[in-house]
């Protein structure tokens, strides 16, 4: 019978995925996406709504979203800092 456990390897940074950029290069476009989604469901708010139900679902999704960010940045901090 097989097993079923599965073991994981580190692939080096000469491994062939790296040509397609999935080692970690991709940080700084999904942060600088999350903030721009930020702007973007902020600036939705501005409108002719009669009822502001909208507008607390698109702020809330706005800080949830700047939530996410804030906190990453905190962890990757602290995770710098125990390596050192």
Same mark, same amino acid.
Not at 5 to 32: M, N
Not at 33 to 43: D, E, G, H, K, R
């Given at each position: ?12 940074? *000469? ?39 909208? *507008? ?29």
């Amino acid at each position: 019978m097989a097993s079923t456990e599965v073991e994981y390897k580190r692939e080096p940074a *000469d491994a062939p995925s790296a040509r397609f950029g999935w080692h970690g290069e991709g940080l700084k476009t999904f942060k600088i996406a999350a903030v721009v989604s930020i702007v973007a469901l902020l600036v939705m708010m501005i409108g002719n709504h009669e009822g502001h139900i909208e *507008d607390l679902f698109l702020l809330g999704f706005a800080l949830l979203l700047a939530f996410i960010l804030i906190r990453g940045e905190i962890l990757s901090r602290r995770k710098w800092a125990i390596k050192k």
